[in-house]
Nanobody, 114 residues
Framework: QVQLVEPGGGSVHVGESLNPTCRCTGMSEFVFTQQRVGWYRRAPGRERELVATNVIGSNTLYAPFVKGRFTLSRDNVKNTLDLQMTNLRPEDTAAYYC?????WGQGTQVTVSA
């Protein structure tokens, strides 16, 4: 059974960093590489929006609001998906969700305060 677990959220102040990780279990290393992966977020009162997404062999696509602050990286041996977030802003406050193909994690909360 495929499961995605996302530890690594938290509460920080403006300008600080967080590094949530998505651990994908229930699949082999080869299978992990066969699907699109990504991070999305949903802020209170807003629709879910793309943060970053990657397909093996292609460049990572970032949302315009990332503006060089976030980096998506995948480890195809450990089956993990990291989102390194720097220079965080209050508007980055949201629940962050990772995805592998059509499977989703439960989400991890990121809160940025002034």
């Amino acid at each position: 059974q495929v499961q995605l677990v996302e530890p690594g959220g938290g509460s920080v102040h403006v300008g600080e960093s967080l590094n949530p990780t998505c651990r994908c279990t229930g699949m082999s290393e080869f299978v992990f590489t066969q699907q699109r992966v990504g991070w999305y977020r949903r802020a209170p009162g807003r629709e879910r929006e793309l943060v970053a997404t990657n397909v093996i062999g292609s460049n990572t696509l970032y949302a315009p609001f990332v503006k060089g602050r976030f980096t998506l990286s995948r480890d195809n041996v450990k089956n993990t998906l990291d989102l390194q977030m720097t220079n965080l802003r209050p508007e980055d406050t949201a629940a962050y969700y990772c995805c592998w193909g059509t499977s989703w994690g439960q989400g991890t909360q990121v809160t940025v305060s002034a």
